[in-house]
T-cell receptor, first 115, second 111 residues
């Protein structure tokens, strides 16, 4: 167990719908990252937050948005869902300190299926 | 921005043999290089990492080497076992920035 939690574990929805994925980082970690992994593909970086602020952005679609709350949990919102959005969505967290490289640990993922 | 390449994309070895996976990165400012193992349907798990002030790190059957001049780093697994079969991802990170992952290597250890 990495200490990173994600809910829900599975999500099945229809095209055009909107869903929210939730992530709680490891205790004390300030950075949260979101990744998308389609079937048999690599890890596509979506977005990073550090202590509530957006730190880096990857190939995140305009239909997707995220935020990190004061208690450091994060939510990834996916709207106007398409069949191609079906994937595993991972959240990861890493520790604090701009001068320190801290390990990144992944949550168990949310498997999204769009029908 | 940073770009990470990883080779080979697939690798099959006999049980007991060694496996080597190589990654190259483009940005000389990268100074942290983790390796992850991902089993089917599971989360990527950190198995070993190396920082730029170190040339080699070992943990039991796995080791990582870093060549900063050539901008490449490698994962070495010795005495492979069937449970080593998985997809392995390398990554590179510039301090304070996001992690950039390689495309992955599917390792199969044949009994």
């Amino acid at each position: 167990d990495s200490g990173v939690t994600q809910t829900p574990k599975h999500l099945i929805t229809a095209t055009g719908q909107r869903v929210t994925l939730r992530c709680s980082p490891r205790s004390g970690d300030l950075s949260v990252y979101w990744y998308q992994q389609s079937l048999d593909q690599g890890l596509q970086f979506l977005i990073q937050y550090y202590n509530g602020e957006e730190r880096a952005k990857g190939n995140i679609l305009e239909r997707f948005s995220a935020q990190q709350f004061p208690d450091l949990h994060s939510e990834l919102n996916l709207s106007s869902l398409e069949l191609g959005d079906s994937a595993l969505y991972f959240c990861a967290s890493s520790g604090q300190g701009s001068g320190i490289h801290n390990e990144q640990f992944f949550g168990p993922g949310t498997r999204l299926t769009v029908l | 921005g940073e770009n990470v390449e990883q080779h080979p994309s697939t690798l099959s070895v006999q049980e007991g043999d060694s496996a080597v996976i190589k990654c190259t990165y483009s940005d000389s400012a990268s100074n942290y290089f983790p390796w992850y193992k991902q089993e089917l349907g599971k989360r990527p798990q950190l198995i070993i990492d190396i920082r730029s002030n170190v040339g080699e790190k070992k943990d039991q059957r796995i080791a990582v080497t870093l060549n900063k001049t050539a901008k490449h780093f490698s994962l070495h697994i010795t005495e492979t076992q069937p449970e080593d079969s998985a997809v392995y991802f390398c990554a590179a990170r510039i301090q304070g920035q996001n992690f950039v992952f390689g495309p992955g290597t599917r390792l199969s250890v044949l009994p």
